[in-house]
């Protein structure tokens, strides 16, 4: 089978489970065809990101005229089609997120996709994302590309659906993905109940570089460690806020954030506030072995987020024998349960999440041990990244792709 992907941005540190997934399904004899937007300057930490990015057409990289060039080239070949496609631009732009202006820009780069499709013999294009990445994949298709089918991860899509025009992208779609239960319940709210069955959970997955680590004891030192971008949706601001309650209540700990984002200056700046900096340790952006190394180094991983999908750090730790703390939010408790293989608390609440934390430093190092034990276990059997992958293949195959219009 020939299959083509398609992602804003590609590798890009917060993508890996994309590579996963592609590499997996390359185990398993599938042509994948990497097609992204952007991404080809950027700077990457992992050996891995960088050995895809000569293995990805980028649609930006030959600028404004290039998406011209490809837009007069739709034109000539397809008129009709291009005129149907058009249309279906001005509807995705009407009370959408984003100005009428960028999807028309969508349509250009759709149509950029859709020659490099005819190109790569594509059967099927997946995207990952219910943003701008299924619209031009879904304007590509009217353009008489291959069908198309997309995952989405949230929270972005449940924030603003409507916004989105989420509903038209799955209609069109062969099929969705989602990554939780919980996802699939949200995707059904905007879908009639006679297609319903068209969105099947597919979760992240592991590869055998979590699968083989050996085992390693809980540190003695009261470390935890956050893993992601520094954002109001991971919650390291109210980290911070437990942090200091649990400095005035006389309990040790250091705390390591693993990542960087443009909310660091103000996570700096509480830190100061509450006279943290000798407590915390910021490390930017870090390779994935460097974030297995932090995540080994502490006693647990703790993740206060507001708003997620189903975070991969999260399977990560498990998959170390890292027992999670975390929030009752979106997928997460369909993976972390309390007192078997971490801690939830109701996310917003820093009582809450300063008592978990407590909890965790407080308890011995053969709990902590038989927690990630339990961990490992239950993540090993929910994400393995090629069963994943043959979930999705056989996805792809009952879906019968055929050759472009």
């Known amino acids: 089978m020939r299959i083509a992907y398609f992602i804003n941005q590609y590798p890009k540190v917060s993508h890996s489970f994309i590579r996963r997934e592609i590499l997996a399904l390359e185990r398993q004899g599938v042509q994948v065809k990497r097609f992204a937007l952007r991404g080809w300057a950027d700077a990457v930490a ?33 008129p009709r089609c291009l005129g149907r496609a058009f249309m279906l631009a001005l509807r995705m732009g009407r009370r959408a997120d984003r100005p009428l202006p960028l999807h028309l820009v969508y349509l250009a780069e759709a149509c950029q996709l859709y020659l490099w499709l005819v190109d790569a013999g594509a059967q099927h294009v997946h995207a990952h994302f ?166 080994l180094n502490a006693r647990a991983l703790v993740l206060p987020s507001f708003a997620e999908g189903l975070p991969v750090v999260i399977m990560e730790a498990m998959a170390l024998r890292r027992p999670v703390l975390s929030t009752y939010v979106a997928g997460i408790p369909e993976l972390v349960q309390p007192g078997r293989t971490g801690w939830l608390f109701p996310a917003g609440d820093v009582d809450a999440l300063a008592d978990a934390m407590q909890a965790c430093l407080a308890a011995p190092p053969d709990e902590l041990q038989a927690m990630g034990d339990a961990a490992r276990e239950r993540v090993l059997q929910r994400h393995d990244v090629d069963t994943e992958a043959a979930k999705l293949l056989t996805l792809f195959r009952a879906h019968q792709p055929g050759q472009m219009r």
């Open 130 to 295: 219910g943003t701008n990445s299924a619209e031009v994949v879904m304007l590509a298709h009217a353009l008489g590309g291959p069908g198309y089918s997309f995952t989405v991860h949230g929270p972005e899509e449940f924030d603003k659906p409507q916004a989105l025009h989420l509903a038209a992208k799955m209609q069109a779609a062969r099929f969705v993905v989602a990554i939780s239960s919980y996802g699939r319940s949200q995707l059904y709210r905007w879908l009639p109940v006679d297609q319903w069955g068209k969105v099947q959970v597919v979760h992240c997955g592991l590869d055998q570089a979590f699968h083989s680590v050996p085992a390693q004891p809980v540190p003695q030192a009261p470390r935890l460690v956050c893993v992601g971008r520094l954002c109001e949706q991971k919650g390291q601001l109210l980290l911070v806020q437990a942090l200091a309650l649990l400095k005035q209540r006389g309990v040790v700990c250091e705390l390591v954030l693993a990542g960087d984002g443009e909310m660091r200056p103000q996570v700096e700046a509480e830190m100061a506030r509450h006279g943290l900096q000798a407590q915390v340790r910021i490390t930017g952006w870090i390779a994935s072995g460097q974030v297995r190394d932090e995540l």
């Open 46 to 78: 992992d050996p891995e990101d960088a050995a895809e990015l000569p293995r990805t057409r980028y649609l930006l990289r030959g600028g404004l005229m290039g998406l011209v060039r490809a837009s007069l080239r739709a034109a000539i070949a397809r």
